[in-house]
């Protein structure tokens, strides 16, 4: 003879079968998604980028146009942009969280100092950062045996074109 349950025992024979099945599955989905998302902030975000601050330790500042100085980063692990007097570029990757930028190579433009020597202690800066950090839309690279620092904003595109104002009849 086969037991006679009602519906509201086996529904709560049921439910404490499966509750902690589902239990399992959703920590299991959401270890996942912090896993993933963990993941894809351990690369340096992709786009254009325009200096906004920086700070070399023991040097003056600087009087430079930080407008001018850019870091376009790639997918592909290549980076460039301008130091302010030159092109440049090199490639990057990061493991572990950890970032390595190598092989800069630049234009060699003549500029007038400081421009120059900002220039140089740029790109030692990139190729001696080993961090970088992605907060409140900011992006800063950090050497941390100097201790040096460069903080990118997004560039916004400055050669929008205007709206057409040409009429078809």
Not at 67 to 78: R, V
Not at 96 to 109: F, P, R, Y
Request: one cysteine or more; charged letters at 20%.
């Amino acid at each position: 003879a086969v037991p006679n349950f009602g519906c509201k025992t086996l529904q709560t024979e049921l439910w404490s079968i499966m509750r902690p099945i589902i239990n399992t599955a959703l920590s299991a989905i959401i270890s996942l998604s912090i896993l993933s998302i963990s993941a894809m902030s351990q690369t340096l975000p992709q786009g254009e980028w325009r200096l906004e601050s920086y700070n070399f330790q023991k040097k003056i500042a600087y009087p430079i146009d930080k407008n001018s100085i850019t870091l376009n980063i790639h997918e592909d692990g290549k980076l460039g942009g301008n130091s302010g007097c030159n092109v440049y570029g090199g490639s990057y990757s990061t493991i572990k969280g950890e970032l390595s930028i190598n092989g800069i190579i630049s234009t060699m433009m003549a500029c007038e100092e400081p421009s120059m020597q900002f220039e140089q202690t740029f790109f030692r800066t990139l190729e001696g950062a080993k961090k970088f950090e992605r907060s409140h839309g900011k992006l800063t690279i950090t050497d941390p045996k100097t201790a040096n620092f460069l903080t990118f904003v997004r560039s916004e595109l400055s050669h929008k074109c205007p709206p057409s104002t040409v009429k078809i009849n």
